[in-house]
């Protein structure tokens, strides 16, 4: 049954809003981390180390489980699908391993800003800026999605030939 158009597009919509919501979230926590890491202000990096696990938990937490979640809906009810074509496997794939080293880095950051509350100097904490840094790079190569590279999964390729566009061998299906 095809899903009706307004509908495709506000979880489309909701799908783009979540997505750019998690870039510029991690855009604010890696501020939030340069600062945590840099900073000579006692109370400035205390901070720091403060606004970065509100920002994890409150915001990029949930902007994350709501990306993937509504990502998943959109595949289901786009064209493209879930598992037909590589780049929406891939995409995924990589927003399911940020999501989940997200969900553990919580843990670290909360850790973190409970230590920089705790009185002893804030300024000698590690920070996360490898974390934070890889986090964004694997977001941005989420923009795979612009350009829908080529390429069908064996699943897609089944779908394809099955879908009453009658038996073509594997050389004549369009794939290429």
């Known amino acids: 049954m095809p899903v009706p158009s307004r509908l495709r597009k506000s979880v489309l919509t909701a799908h783009v809003a979540t997505s750019v919501g998690w870039i510029g979230a991690v855009l604010a926590y890696l501020a939030l ?8 202000v006692v109370s400035t990096v205390r901070g720091a180390y403060a606004g970065m696990e509100v920002t994890v938990l409150y915001v990029i937490v949930p902007l994350a489980l709501a990306t993937v979640l509504i990502g998943i809906v959109n595949a289901l009810g786009a064209p493209w699908g879930l598992f037909r074509h590589y780049w929406v496997l891939v995409k995924l794939l990589l927003a399911v ?3 989940a080293v997200l969900l553990i880095e919580a843990q670290t950051v909360s850790g973190l800003a409970a230590a920089a509350s705790s009185g002893a100097d804030p ?5 996360t800026l490898v ?3 890889g986090g964004l790079v694997m977001l941005l190569m989420m923009v795979i999605s612009m350009f829908k590279p080529r390429g069908v999964t064996r699943y897609g390729w089944r779908k ?16 290429g």
């Open 33 to 40: 981390d340069v600062t945590a890491v840099t900073g000579e």
């Open 97 to 99: 391993f940020a999501a």
């Open 123 to 127: 300024r000698e904490l590690p920070g």
């Open 131 to 133: 974390h934070s840094v």
């Open 160 to 175: 394809q030939c099955g879908q009453g566009r009658g038996k073509r061998t594997r050389g004549t299906a369009g794939i």
